[in-house]
C-alpha cells in the first residue's frame, strides 16, 4: 500500500450518474486488474474506495457513480485539484487462470474493474467475451471502449432499451464454452451467475469500510474458510470460497 497526493487531470460525466475521473501521480503500488484505491475526499473523514479502471505509469483512472454525499463531493473536483489517496489495495484478480477463453460479467458500476481486466488481457493476446448489464440504455457505459479494444460485447438492459432484455444472467446460456469466470456487481447478480456457470471463476466484493487496508475488520464477509476482511483479504474471491 502505498499513500501519495494525486492531481486531477479530468472529471467527465460519462452516463447521467456516472463519472470517470482520471488522476496524475505516482502509480508504483498498482499491481493487478480488481484492486482499488482509497480516496480522501476533502470534507469528509472516512475514505472512499473505488476499483481501478485504468493505470499506466502515469496515471490512473477510476468510474464513479454519484450514491451518496461523498460522490456527490466528489463530481465537483476540478482539474488541477488535489486529492489524497491509498493505492495498491486488495489482491485483485488472477489473470493467470484465465485460460484462453474467459467470460468477464460486469453489472453496474462493477465494469471498472472489469474494464481494467479486459485491457490486461487482451495486451496478453487473450480475447474474453464481457457480458454487460445495466438498468436502461443511459446507463451504459464503456461498451464503445470494450468493443474497440477486440473484446466481444454481451449488452444486456433491464427494460431492452438496448442490446438483450433483461438480466446478464438471460445472456450466460452458452457459458459452457468459456475457461473461467471473472466477476464483479451488485450482490443477487453475482449470487445468480455463480449458481449459473460451468466453470471456475473469481467474484469481486464491495462492502463498506473502514480503513481499507486490514486493521479494523469493519469490512468482514464470511466465507467457506471462515471471515475474510474483503479490504485485505479480497476483495476478489474464488468461487469455492463463497458462501451466500
Ligand atoms: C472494493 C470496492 C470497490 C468499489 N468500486 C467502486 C467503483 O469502481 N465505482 C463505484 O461507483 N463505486 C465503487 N464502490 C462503492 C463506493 O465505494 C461507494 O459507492 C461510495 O463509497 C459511496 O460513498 P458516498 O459518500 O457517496 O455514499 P454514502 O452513502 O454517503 O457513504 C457513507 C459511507 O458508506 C460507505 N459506502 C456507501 N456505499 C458503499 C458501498 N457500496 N461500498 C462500500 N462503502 C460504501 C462510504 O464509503 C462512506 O463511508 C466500491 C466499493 C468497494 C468496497
Ligand atoms: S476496512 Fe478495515 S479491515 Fe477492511
Redesign the pocket.
Known sequence: MRQDVFTIIDNRRVSPDTYVLTLSGNTSGFRSPGQ?VNVSVPG?F?R????V?TWDSEGFQ????N??????AMTGLKQGDSLDVLTGL?NGFDLDRSGKQPLLIAGG?GV??IYCLAERLTGNGIIPTVVMGFASSENVVMEEELRAMGCRVVLTTEDGSSGIRGLVTDALAISEEYTFVYCCGPLPMMKAVSEKIFTDGQFSF????GCGFGACMGCSMMTARGTKR??KDG?VFGLEDLVW
Open positions: 482499488f469528509f472516512l472512499r474506495p473505488f476499483s479502471m477510476i468510474m464513479y457513480k450514491a451518496g454525499h461523498g460522490t456527490d486488495g458500476s471498472s474493474p464491495e462492502a463498506r469500510m474483503v479490504c476483495p
